[in-house]
Protein backbone atom coordinates (compact mmCIF):
# COMPACT_ATOMS: atom_id res chain seq x y z
CA UNK A 1 0.00 0.00 0.00
CA UNK A 2 1.35 3.55 -0.79
CA UNK A 3 1.79 5.66 1.96
CA UNK A 4 1.00 9.69 1.32
CA UNK A 5 3.59 11.82 2.65
CA UNK A 6 1.79 14.52 4.83
CA UNK A 7 3.29 14.31 7.73
CA UNK A 8 4.19 17.45 10.08
CA UNK A 9 7.65 18.31 11.26
CA UNK A 10 8.02 20.02 15.07
CA UNK A 11 10.64 21.22 15.75
CA UNK A 12 11.61 20.81 20.01
CA UNK A 13 14.18 23.19 21.48
CA UNK A 14 15.13 21.81 24.94
CA UNK A 15 15.84 25.39 27.41
CA UNK A 16 17.95 25.30 30.15
CA UNK A 17 16.46 26.67 32.87
CA UNK A 18 18.58 29.61 33.37
CA UNK A 19 17.74 30.48 29.85
CA UNK A 20 14.12 30.72 30.90
CA UNK A 21 14.32 34.04 32.56
CA UNK A 22 11.75 35.51 35.18
CA UNK A 23 7.97 34.53 35.36
CA UNK A 24 5.74 36.40 33.53
CA UNK A 25 4.18 38.86 35.85
CA UNK A 26 1.04 38.24 37.74
CA UNK A 27 0.39 41.92 38.81
CA UNK A 28 -1.62 43.54 36.21
CA UNK A 29 -0.14 46.88 34.51
CA UNK A 30 -0.41 50.57 36.45
CA UNK A 31 -1.13 48.73 39.84
CA UNK A 32 0.80 50.39 41.97
CA UNK A 33 3.19 48.32 44.31
CA UNK A 34 4.65 49.00 47.82
CA UNK A 35 8.18 48.14 48.68
CA UNK A 36 8.61 46.06 52.06
CA UNK A 37 11.78 46.82 53.54
CA UNK A 38 12.83 44.18 55.91
CA UNK A 39 15.48 44.33 58.62
CA UNK A 40 17.42 41.59 60.14
CA UNK A 41 16.20 41.40 63.93
CA UNK A 42 18.88 41.71 66.47
CA UNK A 43 18.63 39.79 69.28
CA UNK A 44 21.59 40.50 71.01
CA UNK A 45 25.11 39.64 71.36
CA UNK A 46 26.09 36.21 72.35
CA UNK A 47 28.04 35.92 75.37
CA UNK A 48 30.53 32.63 75.46
CA UNK A 49 29.41 30.35 77.52
CA UNK A 50 31.27 29.69 80.25
CA UNK A 51 33.15 25.84 80.62
CA UNK A 52 30.68 23.15 81.58
CA UNK A 53 27.42 25.50 80.45
CA UNK A 54 25.75 23.93 78.43
CA UNK A 55 23.93 27.31 77.17
CA UNK A 56 25.18 30.62 76.48
CA UNK A 57 22.83 33.74 77.12
CA UNK A 58 22.34 36.28 75.21
CA UNK A 59 22.80 40.15 76.24
CA UNK A 60 20.11 42.30 75.30
CA UNK A 61 21.18 45.88 73.83
CA UNK A 62 19.11 48.67 75.83
CA UNK A 63 17.86 50.08 72.68
CA UNK A 64 15.68 46.70 72.16
CA UNK A 65 14.81 46.06 75.75
CA UNK A 66 10.88 47.42 74.96
CA UNK A 67 10.13 48.03 71.89
CA UNK A 68 6.28 47.73 72.50
CA UNK A 69 5.81 48.56 76.27
CA UNK A 70 6.95 46.86 79.69
CA UNK A 71 5.14 43.25 79.90
CA UNK A 72 4.39 42.58 83.38
CA UNK A 73 3.35 39.16 85.16
CA UNK A 74 1.66 39.14 88.23
CA UNK A 75 0.46 36.13 90.15
CA UNK A 76 -3.07 35.52 90.65
CA UNK A 77 -4.67 36.75 93.49
CA UNK A 78 -5.49 33.75 95.79
CA UNK A 79 -8.21 34.72 98.44
CA UNK A 80 -6.79 32.40 101.49
CA UNK A 81 -10.49 30.34 102.33
CA UNK A 82 -10.37 28.85 105.95
CA UNK A 83 -10.66 24.92 105.51
CA UNK A 84 -13.45 23.70 107.30
CA UNK A 85 -12.91 20.67 109.02
CA UNK A 86 -15.55 17.81 108.18
CA UNK A 87 -15.81 15.25 109.93
CA UNK A 88 -16.18 12.13 107.74
CA UNK A 89 -16.05 9.28 110.34
CA UNK A 90 -19.13 6.99 110.30
CA UNK A 91 -19.37 4.54 113.04
CA UNK A 92 -20.34 0.87 112.22
CA UNK A 93 -21.41 -0.35 115.43
CA UNK A 94 -23.11 1.66 118.18
CA UNK A 95 -24.97 1.50 121.29
CA UNK A 96 -27.98 2.10 119.28
CA UNK A 97 -28.19 1.66 115.49
CA UNK A 98 -30.47 4.10 113.23
CA UNK A 99 -34.05 3.29 112.82
CA UNK A 100 -35.82 4.37 109.77
CA UNK A 101 -39.05 6.10 110.70
CA UNK A 102 -42.07 3.37 110.29
CA UNK A 103 -39.81 0.76 110.25
CA UNK A 104 -37.90 -1.26 107.25
CA UNK A 105 -41.13 -1.90 105.68
CA UNK A 106 -41.63 2.22 105.10
CA UNK A 107 -38.28 1.80 103.06
CA UNK A 108 -40.14 -1.28 101.37
CA UNK A 109 -42.99 0.74 100.50
CA UNK A 110 -41.16 3.89 98.78
CA UNK A 111 -39.68 1.31 96.16
CA UNK A 112 -40.98 1.79 92.73
CA UNK A 113 -40.49 -1.44 90.55
CA UNK A 114 -38.68 -0.62 87.68
CA UNK A 115 -40.56 -1.76 84.09
CA UNK A 116 -37.73 -3.06 82.96
CA UNK A 117 -37.29 -5.67 85.97
CA UNK A 118 -41.32 -6.02 85.87
CA UNK A 119 -41.02 -7.01 82.02
CA UNK A 120 -37.92 -9.05 82.23
CA UNK A 121 -39.23 -10.87 85.30
CA UNK A 122 -36.09 -10.02 87.56
CA UNK A 123 -36.77 -10.56 91.72
CA UNK A 124 -34.31 -10.48 94.43
CA UNK A 125 -32.60 -9.16 96.89
CA UNK A 126 -30.62 -5.68 96.86
CA UNK A 127 -28.12 -4.41 99.79
CA UNK A 128 -27.44 -0.88 100.66
CA UNK A 129 -24.82 0.71 102.24
CA UNK A 130 -26.46 3.55 103.72
CA UNK A 131 -24.66 6.73 105.50
CA UNK A 132 -26.50 8.61 108.15
CA UNK A 133 -25.95 11.66 109.83
CA UNK A 134 -26.09 13.25 113.21
CA UNK A 135 -29.58 14.76 112.01
CA UNK A 136 -31.23 11.41 110.94
CA UNK A 137 -30.75 12.02 107.27
CA UNK A 138 -29.03 9.75 104.87
CA UNK A 139 -25.61 11.53 103.31
CA UNK A 140 -25.37 8.68 100.85
CA UNK A 141 -25.88 5.53 99.27
CA UNK A 142 -24.45 3.06 97.86
CA UNK A 143 -25.39 -0.27 96.28
CA UNK A 144 -23.14 -3.63 97.87
CA UNK A 145 -25.25 -6.27 95.88
CA UNK A 146 -27.43 -5.65 93.32
CA UNK A 147 -29.49 -7.46 90.94
CA UNK A 148 -29.70 -4.69 88.38
CA UNK A 149 -32.54 -3.89 85.43
CA UNK A 150 -32.99 -0.27 87.12
CA UNK A 151 -33.44 -1.82 91.07
CA UNK A 152 -30.41 -0.96 92.23
CA UNK A 153 -31.29 2.64 91.17
CA UNK A 154 -34.97 2.25 92.66
CA UNK A 155 -33.06 0.89 96.06
CA UNK A 156 -31.73 3.89 96.59
CA UNK A 157 -33.87 6.59 95.51
CA UNK A 158 -36.30 4.59 98.00
CA UNK A 159 -33.20 5.00 100.96
CA UNK A 160 -32.14 8.43 99.58
CA UNK A 161 -35.31 9.54 100.42
CA UNK A 162 -35.65 7.98 104.03
CA UNK A 163 -35.33 9.76 107.12
CA UNK A 164 -33.84 7.64 110.04
CA UNK A 165 -33.72 8.24 113.94
CA UNK A 166 -30.28 8.69 114.31
CA UNK A 167 -27.51 6.09 116.02
CA UNK A 168 -26.38 6.94 119.47
CA UNK A 169 -22.52 5.88 120.96
CA UNK A 170 -22.54 6.51 124.83
CA UNK A 171 -25.37 8.81 125.12
CA UNK A 172 -24.27 10.79 121.72
CA UNK A 173 -25.64 11.08 118.63
CA UNK A 174 -23.44 10.40 115.95
CA UNK A 175 -22.66 9.37 112.43
CA UNK A 176 -23.39 6.31 111.56
CA UNK A 177 -23.18 3.76 108.53
CA UNK A 178 -25.17 0.80 108.23
CA UNK A 179 -26.49 -1.95 105.67
CA UNK A 180 -29.73 -2.36 104.73
CA UNK A 181 -32.00 -5.29 102.63
CA UNK A 182 -34.02 -4.43 100.56
CA UNK A 183 -36.22 -7.51 98.76
CA UNK A 184 -37.60 -6.83 94.91
CA UNK A 185 -40.78 -10.07 94.56
CA UNK A 186 -43.19 -9.48 91.77
Not at 141 to 158: H, L, N, W, Y
Not at 160 to 179: C, E, I
Amino acid sequence: MPQEKNEEVVKVKILKYAELGPPPSIIKDGTPVEKVVTTKPNFGKPIAAKKGEAVSEFEIPEETASPIGEVKVEPPKVEEKKKEVIDETFYVAVDMMPEPSGGIESIQRKIIYPAEARRDKVEGKVIIKAFVDEAGSVRRAEVVKGIGSGCDEAAIAAVMSSRFRPGRMNGKVVKVQLTISLVFKL
